[in-house]
């Protein structure tokens, strides 16, 4: 099973940075079969998708309200997934939580979230 532990949220001024980590655990399962996304959810709103990268290609997807602000990154080394946030906007604010999807199967795996407040 895997597990999933996201960290580094805060409380940063509009203009900011936050780093997102996603530190990913557990047994019986290959890294390479997975991919590893960010969402976020507002007060009142749905978990929409931020970002995603591909543990074996390194590929990475954003949605288009955080291109060119938000980029992911990997560690191999440490089994971590980051997220950096530049640039901040109030409208990032957010809970964020990171996932893992197996690209065979499409069962997925949630890490509990991380708040992210971002004042004007």
């Known amino acids: 099973e895997v597990q999933l532990q996201a960290s580094g949220g805060g409380l940063v001024q509009a203009g900011g940075s936050l780093r997102l980590s996603c530190l990913i655990s557990?047994?019986?399962?290959?890294?390479?079969?997975?991919?590893i996304g960010w969402f976020r959810q507002a007060p009142g709103k749905e978990r929409e998708f931020v970002g995603a990268i591909s543990w074996s290609s390194g590929s990475t997807w954003y949605a288009d309200a955080v291109k060119g602000r938000f980029t992911m990154s990997r560690d191999n080394a440490k089994n971590t997934v980051y997220l950096q946030m530049n640039v901040l906007k109030p409208d990032d604010t957010a809970v964020y939580y990171c996932?893992?999807?197996?690209?065979?199967?499409?069962?997925?795996?949630w890490g509990q979230g991380t708040q992210v407040t971002v004042s004007s």
């Open positions: 557990g047994s019986g399962f290959s890294f390479d079969d997975y991919v």
């Open positions: 996932s893992a999807e197996n690209v065979w199967d499409s069962i997925s795996y």
